[in-house]
């Protein structure tokens, strides 16, 4: 538009000649208030005569040096505010007084002694007046250091409860951010302004954003329910606007709301998932005061686990990984972790708040770069840490990878559990917990089905125990996917997206179970300590989520467009490549229809038919002798007749 071209232009301009037309400015509205002073005194609206000169010219003389000794031309007009304002009241004030003495207290020659009252009185007005006409005028108008225009956002405030209100007040000196108004399901408050911004209802939500040309949607509803929550994300769906939240209600310190609060959708938002509080007592029953071992402790379930395991003060944690790299990472970030939990003690202690006898014990924090697969090694780290608990989360989980690097994906994931569980009983382990999969749930894939094995050895072995009466309880916890782990589809996606597409899907049908990592590390602590032995823990991953609408959704939340046959002015294409060897349509988490309930709301108990021991054993040794030979189709019948439910996909 060519009023926006008038303002980028000006906006372009070098910063010297804006300062140049400002005080220009200045002085055409000193000239025009002494007009407008001797013109209200006198009633007289001519031409300037001596005395009008003289006051004018002493208007300048005053004002020019004030204005710039109290920064009046270091604002920028677009972003002034109060703080500016306050310096123009100061200037004014001291003009004022200096223009008062000069032409009312003393008197100059035939010039009304009332004009050292007006002039000042208009003056104020007309250079207020014309900075925020200029703020008003530009606001909306951007410019880089080249002076090409920036567009801002143009925001609605879901929620005008106190967390939107603070929200929009924090707002209010962001220059990159206009908000248009808020949305609030309270009648009450629907038609309402609330400092000066409108309240508008959720009725129309995709007619008022097309109206207002909205760019984003800011959530600040922390109190909501989640599935009220879910509606109004839901809603947002294809409005091609961004969409942002504050934390929720608990996740909020006391005191203001500030704009760097807002995040994108976390992936409950997304999935329309509520977390269950842990309980506490499950979470401590075998950590607080117990030497507790991670296996595959640099991954992304087991570093989720040393995270919150190192909250409940072990005695010990010990970390053991087969990746230099990941295991470096996990523990020097668990590091900083436990001396930051030894600050606070001792911020207590200095504070009077506790005593150095309440102080929690130091947790000793003990690397081992290990493979679970070398006995010696593993027996060496049991004899000299003796742990009471060990969470076995070590596995190679990527489905193409292992189906074609079978041999290597089951020695790993099904002899290096049975290497783990063997050594844990020779060493009395209090708890044994196997991090185990849905993908053990007739199998289609290697990885699912070494799975469903290391679920068979950890079976046998509690058997196997309770048979010679020792105590090692062993038990595994079966979930979805995790979003966030390594190779999962959200950060793939969110990656695609970024990079403006395509996003990459096998199957528009495919669906699996999802959770995020904290809540499925917590719910796994939580499983390990009901178990009585041998016990097959499902966790409750709510429905099952189409992929395809998880992609779409994300999409449209991020402001975009799909690509579709029907919307070809699209912004991100989605593309079927075809399901991948092994790949299964959709996912179960249970083998049998008996699950039983426990204390604990998301997690159930199956009952699962196993091999004892002694038959396993001798399946175990025709399966080595099987990876022995390298031969995929040896080492795949040895599969099927250790799981029956076993069927590798024919992916044609």
Request: proline content about 4%; hydrophobic content about 45%; glycine content about 8%.
């Amino acid at each position: 538009m060519p009023i926006n071209i008038v303002k980028q232009s000006l906006l372009g301009l070098p910063r010297l000649i804006k300062r140049g037309l400002v005080v220009f400015c200045d002085v055409l509205i000193c000239g025009l208030s002494v007009w407008l002073a001797f013109g209200l005194r006198l009633d007289w609206w001519g031409y300037f005569q001596n005395s009008q000169w003289m006051v004018f010219a002493t208007s300048i003389g005053l004002s020019f040096p004030l204005f710039v000794s109290f920064g009046l031309y270091r604002a920028i007009f677009r972003y002034i505010g109060l703080i500016a304002f306050s310096s123009i009241v100061r200037a004014f004030i001291v003009y004022s007084g200096i223009f008062f003495c000069i032409f009312t207290i003393f008197g100059v020659g035939s010039v009304p002694r009332s004009i050292g009252v007006i002039q000042p009185i208009l003056l104020f007005i007309g250079i207020g007046a014309c900075r925020y006409l200029a703020r008003s005028w530009l606001g909306g108008i951007k410019v880089n250091q080249k002076g090409s225009h920036i567009p801002q956002s143009v925001v609605l405030i879901y929620g005008a409860g106190s967390a939107g209100r603070q929200l929009a007040a924090s707002l209010s000196s962001n220059n990159e951010i206009i908000c248009k108004g808020f949305i609030d399901d309270g009648a009450h408050l629907q038609g309402s302004t609330i400092n000066g911004i409108a309240v508008y209802s959720s009725a129309n939500l995709r007619g008022l954003i097309q109206q207002l040309e909205v760019s984003d949607v800011l959530l600040a509803i922390p109190s909501v329910s989640s599935h009220r929550r879910s509606e109004i994300i839901t809603s947002l769906n294809d409005c091609r606007v961004r969409v942002r939240t504050l934390p929720r209600f608990t996740d909020i310190a006391s005191g203001k709301v500030k704009v760097s609060d807002l995040h994108d959708l976390d992936m409950n938002d997304l999935l329309g998932r509520t977390a269950v509080p842990p309980k506490v007592e499950l979470l401590e029953k075998n950590i607080r005061d117990q030497a507790v071992l991670v296996t595959g402790a640099g991954g992304s379930i087991g570093s989720e686990l040393c995270r919150q395991i190192i909250k409940f003060s072990p005695k010990s944690l010990i970390l053991i990984d087969n990746s230099e790299h990941s295991l470096y990472l996990i523990y020097e970030e668990l590091k900083g972790v436990i001396a930051g939990l030894d600050n606070d003690c001792l911020a207590m202690v200095d504070d009077n708040q506790v005593s150095s006898i309440d102080r929690a014990p130091s947790i000793e924090l003990v690397p081992y770069l290990a493979s679970v697969r070398d006995k010696d090694s593993l027996k060496k780290i049991f004899r000299d840490k003796l742990p009471n608990t060990v969470f076995h989360a070590a596995a190679y989980k990527h489905v193409p990878l292992v189906e074609q690097n079978s041999a290597e994906g089951i020695r790993n994931n099904v002899f290096g559990t049975l290497v783990s569980a063997q050594v844990s009983l020779d060493f009395d382990v209090s708890n044994f917990i196997l991090v185990s999969t849905d993908k053990a749930v007739r199998p289609t894939n290697v990885m699912g089905a070494s799975k469903r094995i290391a679920e068979l050895v950890l079976q046998a072995m509690a058997d196997l125990a309770a048979q010679r009466n020792q105590s090692t309880i062993f038990s595994m916890v079966r979930f979805g996917n995790v979003l966030g782990l390594s190779g999962s589809v959200a950060p793939l996606f969110s990656s695609q997206i970024a990079q403006g597409g395509p996003i990459t899907l096998t199957h528009p049908e495919v669906t699996r179970y999802f959770m995020t990592i904290p809540e499925a590390a917590q719910l796994v602590v939580q499983a390990g300590a009901m178990a009585v032995g041998g016990d097959v823990f499902v966790l409750d991953m709510g429905g099952p989520v189409r992929i395809y609408d998880l992609a779409t959704k994300m999409v449209y939340l991020s402001g975009l467009l799909v690509k579709d046959e029907k919307t070809s002015y699209g912004d991100i294409e989605i593309k079927v490549t075809g399901l991948r060897p092994g790949e299964k349509l959709y996912e179960e988490l249970l083998i049998g229809d008996n699950p039983q309930p426990t204390t604990h709301p998301k997690i159930m108990k199956a009952h699962e038919e196993f091999l004892p021991w002694d038959h396993l054993q001798q399946e175990l040794e025709k399966l080595i002798l099987a990876l022995d030979t390298g031969d995929a189709r040896l080492i795949k019948d040895a599969l099927k007749k250790l799981v029956p439910g076993y069927y590798p996909a024919q992916v044609g």
